[in-house]
């Protein structure tokens, strides 16, 4: 068997160089900014709905025994006609 330079000249007569110039992937910061402020966004108004929803809720919840709005009044009459 020959070993040194010309064995390896006879096994990889044409050994070629290559080099792996991937380009650098784009960092997607534009899309990600967007979708953590949609994020946030969407986060702060839906707490911002449920707030509401339970102030009214607890409203309505202690105005239990008040009389609400007056409804249409009749016609005026004399006091003690009705029933008679």
Known sequence: ????PNFDQAMFPVMET?????????KRTRG???MVVI???????TAAATLL????????????????????QGPPG???EAGE
Do not use: Q, W, Y
């Open 78 to 80: 004399i006091k003690g």
């Open 32 to 34: 990600a900014f967007c």
């Open 39 to 45: 994020a946030i966004h969407l986060t702060l108004l």
């Open 18 to 26: 290559f080099e792996i110039n991937d380009p650098i992937p784009k």
């Open 1 to 4: 068997m020959e070993e040194g």
């Open 53 to 72: 929803f339970v102030i009214e809720l607890f409203r309505m919840k202690g105005e239990r025994g008040s009389p609400g709005v007056p409804g249409p």
